[in-house]
Each structure stands twice: as C-alpha cells, then as structure tokens.
C-alpha cells in the first residue's frame, strides 16, 4: 500500500466546507427519479427499485409491521437485546429532551414591560440580569408575602436561580417548573404583577406533533440498523402516530431494529426514488417529514422536495475532526478516523495536534491499522482519507477558528481540557469529551443521536431529534379588542393597509356595542 492518503496542512488552510452534495449531475438524476414516482406511481417506483436496489422482480415494495416482527424473532436473542439496549438509551435521552419542552400562556397587558431599575442592592449575589423584566423600580421578592408573584405559593421555589430547589419542589407540574426555571422564570414570575396593567387577552404555543414520518435507512455497502433506532425512536417519544422506514436490501437486522423502534413498516426501495415515494405517499401514507442519513442522491432528493415535505440538516456524508494534544493517544485517535472512514469513500475524517511527534505517531499507526482492515473496509477507508486532512497547530484560539470554520459533523476533543475548549467551539454538530468518548459510542446508541448536520450545516442546524417533529403553534385569544385596536390601526395605516386598520376598528365597535346580557 502506498502512503497514506491524509493530507498535510496548515491551520490557515482549513476552508469552510464546500457543500460536496451538490454536483448538477445528481441533481439531475435525483430530479429524474422524483419526477418519473411523482407521474408513474408504483409501477415506476418498483421499476427504479429493480433497476437500482435490485429489489426482485414481483417481490413486495412494503415490509407489514407484522412482517418486521417475524424479522426480530429470528435473530439471536443476544443481538435482539443487544438492539433493545439501543434503543433504552436513545429513547431516554429522546425524553429527557421532550420533558424540557412545555407549553407557554401569557397574558397581554397594555402597560409596557420595562427593565428592573432598582433590582439588585450593593450586597446581591449576582448582577443584573436582562432577561428579568418588572415594573420601573420594583424588585420582586418571592419570599415577601404581599408580593403577587405567582410564585409565592409556598409549595414553589424561593429562588428561579437556585437548582437545589428544583430536586425538592413537589410541583405536580414538574416539566413547565423545569422550563420556566431554566429559560422562562422572568416572564413567568411577572404574570401576577401585570395585573396593574389592563389585561387585553392572552398567548402563547402548544406544542403539536407531526401526524406521519418518513425515515431513512441506508442500506449500501453497510447495512446501518442503528440508523432505524435513531430515527425512529425519537419520532415515536414526539407523540407521532405513524413512522415508515424506507432503504434499500433491508437484511433482518435493519428490519428486527426498525421493528424494535416501532415503525408501522418498511419501505425496501432506497434512493432518490425513496425520498420521492415518502414525499408522495406511493404504496404506503403520504409522509410530513422526511429525516435520516443518506448518500449524495438521497441528500439531493431531499433538498429538491422541501417545502412539499420537511427535512432535517442535510445528514451525510459522514465527518470527522479531532483536537488533540499530548495528553491523547496517537493510536486511538487514528482508530478513530478509520472508523469515520470506512463509512463510505466520501466521509472525511481529520486531526488538528499540538505537536508533529503527535502527527507521526498518528500517521504511523493510521498505516498499520489500514492495512489490517478487511475488505471492503480498507479500500474504502483508503479513499476516504484522501478528503480529510491533518493539521500541527499549537495555538490555542488558531485552532478553536479551524474547527468553528471546518463546522464538522462530529467533533472530538481528547485534550487535558476538553470542557474548557468546548466551551470556545460554535460549529459541530454533536461533541464529544476526552480520549474515551469515541465517536463510535455516538453511533450505537450512547443516547443522543447520530443523525447530524454535515457539509458545513452546524452552523446552523442540530442534530435530529424530537424537536425535528414538534410543531411550536402560537394562539392568540384577544379578550378586550379595544385596547389593542387603535395601535393596530395605525400601525396597519403606516404600511397602507387600510382593509387591516378597520378589520381591527370593527372589533371595537362591536365590543363596546355589547350589552351586559348580550
């Protein structure tokens, strides 16, 4: 084998991602398959799959949930609990995140909100805060008993700061306590001291799942079961009633985990024509969103349906960047970029070290850890490290700009102060801390998911998860039209809307045009 493939460069040369999924071609062809499910249906969806998935002729399209069943019970019980594991992890940490989520009411006041001007004597514990709005020159004290805070209840914490509190409150309403203390308190604890404001009606959002998920599976030179569990399992703990897999030569494992998961079924076609046929309900319910890693016509099929269907980040190919200094084992982290590696000839995995004796060490053992993988593994691996690239850097802030600027899909930090420098990072979709946090343990079901935003997409997006299928959908009920329809008007008549300025005025004189038995 000839040197390795792992380019040589300097911090400086580290580029913002180009987006490797756009290539005209696959647009091309990703738009063909869309097109031609879209006009064709079934019978040109089975067509595709034929020519491209090698689905067997006459063989079914769709796999029943019961069928998915009969998949699982004919693995080893080993590997079936090896999957329920998995799926424990995963879906606790799916839950944990949906706890946090609550929904919000408020009311609306005509008084305006304004900043505390007197909140914190000489001897307080922390400065102003603001995020935390009263009256002028009130200071809220929820432990005095006038106080109209609806905080005062003695059963409620003294102080929204104070996370000792939140272990011992008995609130029945645990998840909105743990919202509002954590991001919400301010606008919470002042509800009750609005009241010397007229009240004009009340807002806020619940927050709704979607009805029908569409995951994808890929089933290339791997077949990924894990990726089943990631996708499917937070849709289910989101409250979504219907969850479809799709990918193509689906082996017993993917089906036994898509099983475990819990979809309704299982769509073996994989693709651009099986984004297309989730998108377009072809042989199975129409999908809301589509979500799961994929190759580059997947990526592409997916980018030209938004808007009829939601997408999450774009998911693949797969990333890798590790930070590293002496502290780090050269060895481990050159496993850890083959494992990045071998996921397809397009990953890239990549290092930034602190010293060249880091950089050989890592080099060296890449070489001897190459040439003892299997094939395909090791062409495979080969090909991809010729994407990455390694990088000797000792200055601290120099390297925090390449990876915020590389924005990579997984990021490893395996220095003496990995929580330090996190803390300094913007742009990775999903971290992971010290030498012992292999990305691999990411992968299979650690708890958060492996479904991440790749080409550059953190800085923007995050990973999947159940907020990917929760809709936050605002209300708005107006109680007293009145006092909020002369500001309207007028602020309608700034934009030249008139039709909007006597929408608003009309609720005005029907109001006051009430009797009190009306």
Known sequence: MEKHPLKRIAIDDIAEPSVRLF????????????DAIRAGKEPELRRWAERLDGLPVGAPLVISRDELKAAYDKLPKKTTELMERAKGRVA??????RACLTPLELPIRIEPIKMKSQMYSS???RPPDPNEFSHPGEFIDPSD???SSEFSHPNEFSDPNDLNDLEDSNDSNRPTTLNIATGEMAAKRNTGRGEKGALVGRHGHDLVPVARVGCYVPGGAFPLPSSAIMTVV??????VEEVWCAGPRPSNETLAAAWVAGADGF??????????????GICIPRCDII?????????????????????????GPSELLIIADKTADPDMIAADLLAQAEH???????AIVSEETIALEIEKSLMTRLEDLPEPNQSIAYRALSNGFLCVEQDLWRIVEGANRCAPEHLEIATSDPVGLMKQIKNAGSIFLGIGSAEVFGDYGAGPNHTLPTGGASRFAAGLSVLCFLRARTWLAIENPELLAEDTAAFARLEGLEAHAQAALARVHKHKNKGPDS
């Open 23 to 34: 290539d005209p071609e696959i647009e091309a062809v990703a738009k063909q398959a869309i």
């Open 92 to 97: 606790a940490f799916a839950a944990a995140q």
């Open 123 to 125: 001897e307080a514990r």
């Open 145 to 147: 008993p006038n106080d």
């Open 234 to 239: 937070p849709a289910k703990v989101a409250g």
């Open 267 to 280: 769509l073996q076609v994989g693709g651009a024509h099986a984004i297309a046929a989730l998108a377009f």
């Open 291 to 315: 979500v799961g890693p994929g190759g580059k016509y997947v990526m592409a099929a997916k980018r030209q349906l938004f808007g009829i269907v939601g997408t999450e980040a774009p998911a």
């Open 344 to 350: 397809s000839p397009d990953a890239m995995p990549a």
